[in-house]
């Protein structure tokens, strides 16, 4: 989707677009409207409530205009953000396989700093994502024809906004792209040749290590998840040194190309959702590459553990002891609980090779969070509050939302092992928390960490205001206002 800026256009004359959208705040059209549009929206029962559409079509030249109204509420308060997207949002929607091919926001009579409009214009570009390239039979009215959007009358300084941005569509965009792609097309190896190609130029560092690496490191427990796999697994380092002489701080994803549960095999009914057991690492990659496109002030290391569980005759077994790169010995009870044993070599790896004051890694960790916040809220553990506070506030500012869960001695001696340091899984109860408390024992003293379980976040079966069904690029979002908000501050 491209986004360009004008000060002012008619419909139908000189390449206009002929979709003219007005934004309206609540109960506000009168102002804005002529008696006959005020009579239609009127019977329409159109008052400019969040994310509301309301279309009239006019003369306009030779042709006939589209112009269409988009609800704002009120103007101000609380949940700003998200209201102004649900109207950029809906916008695209509705009109995305309409076929026309440009639409026209005017922001001139909506009362929107800046920074408001290009929150509408954010909206608008990532709800117009689809990955559509093995769909072969789509008939034109099926395809998108929306291809740009024209804002008239923006604010000073909204394009500079949208400079930043559009940084962050550019790296929701590459999250959704690698998670949506089916296991046989991103595995370990591709997924880091896409990151590869996708970051050349961009001035990231770029650290990858194959198995013969990872093996000498003695990385046991995220070599065990991957040893029944064709598939070689790798750790894909990206560093982004946008600020001389920081502290770095650590993004860790789990990169689970693909997850059968490996001989603790998962049910057939669904397993295909398993593509997405990368989610984790996909955010963390799209992370980098906003930072990267918006020269981010900050020093951050954003790290993927990609490997595929699969069980073949050299898959490993419940049961098996298997020595982590930080010495720890952990039992595998378990190897549908491999996400942990690969963020607990890659979390160690990090800490010795680059020394991070700060760790956050992400997975799609348990099916448990699921049961606990469905797909509204991602899971948050952490040892500090105040990274725990920052991120909760990065969530709520993003609308990648998150709810903080405990952690505590009770929980950890649930995951003491009778023949290694620890086990893999706890008892069924509290398996979100336990699961944390496994990876917080790989965590050296000092450096503040958190958790982010997001399993139900990184793939719905319904649209929102900024996506359609399917990957909603979570993650990415959350990151970089954290970059930007602590980081950058």
Avoid at 51 to 70: H, K
Avoid at 344 to 372: E, F, H, M, N, R
Wanted: glycine share 12%; net charge negative; aromatic share 6%.
């Amino acid at each position: 989707m491209i986004i360009e800026f004008a000060a002012t256009a008619s419909p139908n004359t000189d390449g206009n677009p002929r979709l003219v959208a007005s934004l309206v705040a609540q109960d506000a059209l009168a102002a804005d409207a002529d008696l006959l549009v005020r009579g239609a929206a009127a019977a329409a029962r159109f008052t400019g409530k969040p994310g509301q559409l309301f279309e009239v079509f006019a003369p306009a030249g030779d042709g006939v205009a589209r112009l269409a109204f988009a609800g704002i509420g009120e103007l101000g308060g609380a949940g700003r953000r998200a209201t102004l997207e649900r109207a950029g949002g809906a916008l695209t929607a509705k009109y995305l396989t309409s076929g026309e091919t440009a639409l026209a926001i005017d922001f001139s009579t909506s009362g929107l700093t800046a920074e408001e409009a290009a929150s509408v214009l954010l909206a608008a570009r990532l709800r117009a994502w689809r990955h559509d390239i093995y769909r072969t039979k789509l008939t034109d009215d099926q395809k998108p024809s929306l291809a740009r959007i024209v804002a008239i009358g923006a604010p000073e300084g909204t394009e500079a906004h949208w400079e930043t941005e559009s940084a962050v569509a550019e790296g929701v965009e590459f999250t959704r792209e690698l998670v949506t792609e089916p296991a046989n097309v991103i595995y370990p190896e591709s997924f880091v040749a896409r990151c590869l190609a996708r970051l050349e130029g961009s001035g990231v560092e770029i650290v990858v290590l194959d198995k013969a690496e990872m093996t000498a490191l003695g990385m046991g427990a995220l070599l065990g998840v991957s040893q029944g796999s064709v598939r070689e697994p790798r750790i894909l380092a990206m560093r982004w040194k946008g600020k001389a002489g920081a502290q770095p701080t650590a993004f860790v994803g789990k990169g689970v190309t693909f997850d059968t549960g490996g001989i603790s095999i998962k049910p057939a009914a669904g397993m295909e959702d398993m593509k997405w057991d990368m989610g984790g690492a996909a955010a963390v990659a799209g992370t980098m590459l906003t930072l990267a496109r918006r020269k981010a002030q900050a020093d951050v290391i954003g790290v993927c553990g990609l490997v595929e569980n699969m069980p073949d005759g050299n898959a490993q077994r419940p049961g098996d002891v298997v020595t982590s790169m930080s010495g720890q010995t952990i039992e595998v009870i378990n190897t549908d609980a491999e996400g942990r044993l690969v963020l607990c070599d890659a979390v160690t790896w990090v800490q010795k090779q680059y020394s991070p004051v700060t760790i956050v890694d992400l997975a799609t960790l348990t099916g448990a969070i699921i049961v606990s916040l469905g797909h509204e809220h991602a899971g948050m553990f952490s040892n500090d509050d105040l990274l725990a506070s920052q991120l909760d506030a990065a969530g709520k500012a993003s609308g990648d939302s998150l709810w903080r869960f405990p952690l505590g001695s009770a929980y950890d001696k649930l995951i003491d092992s009778p023949i290694a340091d620890m086990k893999n899984v706890g008892p069924r109860y509290g398996g979100s928390i336990t699961a944390a408390q496994f990876i917080q024992r790989f965590v050296d003293r000092g450096v503040a960490w958190a958790h982010l379980d997001i399993a139900g976040t990184v793939w719905v079966e319904k649209s929102g205001a900024t996506h359609d069904k399917g990957a909603t690029g979570f993650g990415v979002r959350l990151l970089d206002r954290y970059v930007r908000d602590v980081l950058e501050a």
